[in-house]
């Protein structure tokens, strides 16, 4: 993988880069539609190939479903999926953390249920990486121990520090077991630390000591903490982290929260917003954001998004819309996915195009109104 680092924002530290893989180039800042299990819940292939350059898949799901056995018979997930073009894959952590409560967790990993028959299955930081080999990402990324929040300090000390020693375990698995298919995997360490600016720094400067990474990802965050501690925390590393590295901020997927981190230095974003809240029937538009169960919609015959880039925008009307939701018509729950992550793919590209105009953050500052407006 290579990272080529074209523009920095005269304003702020917004960058344009382009990063460059075995599956193709990806234009940064990009947004990353989650496809945990392999597939983006209710979008076809041939229309997220419109919409999106990378998608993210999931170590943890995917180890159960379809099983690492079918991705060793049909040569990894972008065969699997048809998928032609890059993929990252979290390495289940934070599916770890989610439901901490029912997992046992040790210095060498972690011990938890299945979640489709009850079995017990054990994750180390190595199995960790032996099923990312299999699955086949173009970038995989560290077994990590994301705190929850609120923790203490002393909490997330020992959440930094066991983070660091499974880092290292998955570095010299990755040394020591070279690819098994014909593309180079790219490794992303996680950097942990909650709330607090010196365990963030600490965490930072553990990897730094270990290995110079081909990216970093930003984990532990968006998960209930203030906005400016979120900001503060990016902020911090986005100072500390090489300019010459693509930067990934795990789980933040709120527009207006996309558009900060943006503006503070992130190239790389996941979040399952626009595809979750699309199927509880919210729209993200150029003019608010709309609720299409509400019966306001149900004699709109306008057009979806009159600013819209996607056909689902000029080929359905908001009462039709809310005529196929209220009948629990899954065509409804596509259309809204499609239309919300082509709303984020053209979002990221006028956020492109106002960095290389040095423009971004007058941009930023007269879109966020229309980002929080509820219709």
């Not at 056995?69 to 989610?98: E, Y």
């Not at 500390?240 to 789980?251: A, F, N, Q």
């Amino acid at each position: 993988m290579k990272f080529h680092l074209i523009k920095t924002d005269t304003f702020s530290k917004a960058r344009y880069g382009v990063l460059e893989t075995d599956h193709g180039k990806i234009e940064t800042p990009v947004f990353m539609p989650v496809a945990s299990k392999g597939y983006v819940k209710t979008v076809p292939i041939h229309d997220l190939d419109k919409i999106s350059k990378i998608i993210l898949g999931n170590t943890y799901h995917l180890y159960f479903r379809p099983g690492i056995k079918i991705f060793q018979k049909v040569g990894g997930i972008h065969s699997f999926m048809n998928w032609k073009k890059p993929v990252l894959t979290d390495s289940g952590g934070f599916q770890v953390f989610s439901m901490r409560k029912l997992n046992k967790i040790t210095e060498n990993g972690v011990r938890f249920k299945s979640i489709t028959n009850g079995s017990y299955h054990f994750f180390s930081p190595e199995k960790s990486m032996e099923i990312q080999r299999f699955i086949g990402g173009d970038i995989i990324t560290a077994f990590d121990d994301c705190p929850p929040f609120p923790c203490s300090y002393e909490e997330a000390r020992k959440s930094v520090n066991r983070t660091y020693s499974w880092l290292k375990k998955c570095f010299f698995y990755l040394k020591n077991n070279p690819e098994i298919y014909n593309y180079k995997q790219s490794f992303f360490p996680i950097i942990q630390g909650s709330i607090y600016p010196d365990l963030r720094k600490y965490s930072t400067e553990k990897i730094f000591s270990l290995l110079e990474a081909e990216g970093y990802a930003i984990g532990g965050l968006s998960l209930g903490e203030t906005k400016e501690n979120t900001h503060n925390i990016i902020n911090l590393l986005t100072d500390l982290l090489p300019k010459e590295r693509p930067r990934y901020l795990m789980g933040v997927g709120d527009p207006v929260d996309i558009l900060e981190s943006i503006s503070l230095g992130i190239d790389m974003f996941d979040c399952v917003l626009p595809t979750r809240n699309g199927r509880h029937g919210m729209l993200f538009t150029w003019k608010g954001i709309i609720n299409i169960r509400n019966k306001k919609w149900e004699k709109d015959f306008s057009s979806l998004d009159e600013f819209g880039n996607s056909y689902v925008d000029q080929l359905y009307s908001k009462s039709y819309l809310r005529h196929l939701f209220l009948s629990k018509e899954n065509l409804a729950k596509e259309i809204i996915s499609i239309h919300n992550l082509s709303f984020y793919y053209s979002l990221i590209k006028k956020a492109k195009m106002n960095i290389m105009n040095n423009k971004f953050l007058s941009w930023k500052e007269s879109i966020i109104p229309f980002l929080k407006k509820r219709l």
